[in-house]
């Protein structure tokens, strides 16, 4: 049973960083390409970055330039380092495991979320 497990969300300050950390268990992590999702409150779930599973990666409009996801295949983690964060950067962060080695093939599993406040 796949199980997906995320961490270093918390509290910081506007211009600040925060690096995010997902742990996969239960199914080959190399295989599979993997994702971080966002979602603000009233907002929808909205697309933040992906890896797939050669490391090849994309961004969001709104986080290229001070978001970057990587994965390290030995420790099942994928993680999204953060950088000058702002305000709108608030949100729930959600890792995904994706159903197949690039981003086509969609994104079936999910952790439980990890709370990011960017706030003074």
């Known amino acids: 049973q796949v199980q997906l497990v995320e961490s270093g969300g918390g509290l910081v300050q506007p211009g600040g960083s925060l690096r995010l950390s997902c742990t996969v268990s239960g199914v080959t992590f190399s295989n599979y390409a993997m994702t971080w999702y966002r979602q603000a409150p009233g907002k929808e779930r909205e697309l933040v970055a992906t890896?797939?599973?050669?490391?090849?990666?994309n961004y969001a409009d709104s986080v290229k330039g001070r978001f970057t996801i990587s994965r390290d295949n030995a420790k099942n983690t994928v993680y999204l380092q953060s950088n000058t964060l702002k305000s709108e950067d608030t949100a729930v962060y959600y890792c995904?495991?994706?159903?197949?080695?690039?981003?086509?093939w969609g994104f079936g599993s999910w952790g439980q979320g990890t709370q990011v406040t960017v706030s003074s």
């Open positions: 890896i797939s599973a050669g490391g090849s990666t």
């Open positions: 995904g495991k994706g159903s197949g080695p690039t981003p086509g």
